[in-house]
């Protein structure tokens, strides 16, 4: 079992929707938690960053991080056809760099 | 805003031949992290440099060196490459010195082995 579960999807919403991504995970160290935007070919783009539980809100993205169940959430509010690409969520536990990843949601917006 | 460049963006090798992927990382950045991504994977971590020494070390093949230089940027020496080392190979940087965690990502090297 990988330590960062996220379902792949394809997604598919139409534009205006409320999209919600999640990723679940097992390893309770872990304190830092990350949300990246992919296009394809391109580098991961860091889109939202929380240390351990709450929530963080900027512009049209909020980010979850529910520790108790170890969960997080990212949502993205009044979607865009700009907001297609793959989002990956990635995090870190104290005293180590390593960036552990989800294996991406593919999302598309469309018109 | 000045972000984290790559060098060389694309890169074509024979097999046993030698790579040398350049990651210049964000002003005044003193942390490096390089990561790996084959086709459809989540990139997985390599090996990262905190002021010039390794700080970390993940999934990193013998075969691979890294350094971080004294300007801070670093190099990726890759040897006896094979097939399956074709990926897209990204850098990332970081201000630790500052408290800061968030890491920002390099647009990657695609590097193809034939």
């Known amino acids: 079992q990988k330590e960062v579960e996220q379902d792949p999807g394809p997604l598919s919403v139409p534009e205006g929707a409320i999209v919600s991504l999640n990723c679940t995970y097992s390893n309770s160290a872990f304190q830092y938690f990350m949300w990246y935007r992919q296009y394809s070919r391109k580098g991961p783009e860091l889109l939202m960053y929380?240390?351990?539980?709450g929530n963080k809100e900027d512009g049209r993205f909020t980010a979850q991080v529910d520790k108790s169940s170890k969960y997080i959430s990212l949502f993205i509010r009044d979607s865009q056809p700009s907001d297609s690409a793959t989002y990956l969520c990635?995090?870190?536990?104290?005293?180590?760099?390593?960036?552990?990843f989800g294996k991406g949601t593919k999302l598309t917006v469309n018109p | 805003a000045a972000g984290v460049i790559q060098s060389p963006r694309h890169l074509i090798k024979e097999k046993r031949e030698t790579a040398t992927l350049k990651c210049y990382p964000i002003p005044r950045h003193d942390t490096v992290y390089w990561y790996q991504q084959g086709p459809g994977q989540d990139p997985q971590f390599l090996i990262s440099?905190?002021?010039?020494?390794?700080?970390d070390k993940g999934s990193i093949p013998d075969r691979f060196s890294a350094q971080q230089f004294s300007d801070y940027h670093s190099e990726l020496n890759m040897s006896s490459l094979e097939l399956g080392d074709s990926a897209l190979y990204f850098c990332?940087?970081?201000?630790?010195?500052?408290?800061?965690?968030?890491?920002?990502f390099g647009p990657g090297t695609r590097l193809t082995v034939t």
């Open positions: 929380t240390y351990s539980s």
């Open positions: 440099f905190y002021e010039k020494m390794q700080s």
């Open positions: 990635a995090m870190k536990q104290g005293g180590s760099e390593k960036l552990v």
């Open positions: 990332a940087s970081t201000s630790t010195g500052q408290g800061e965690y968030e890491q920002y």
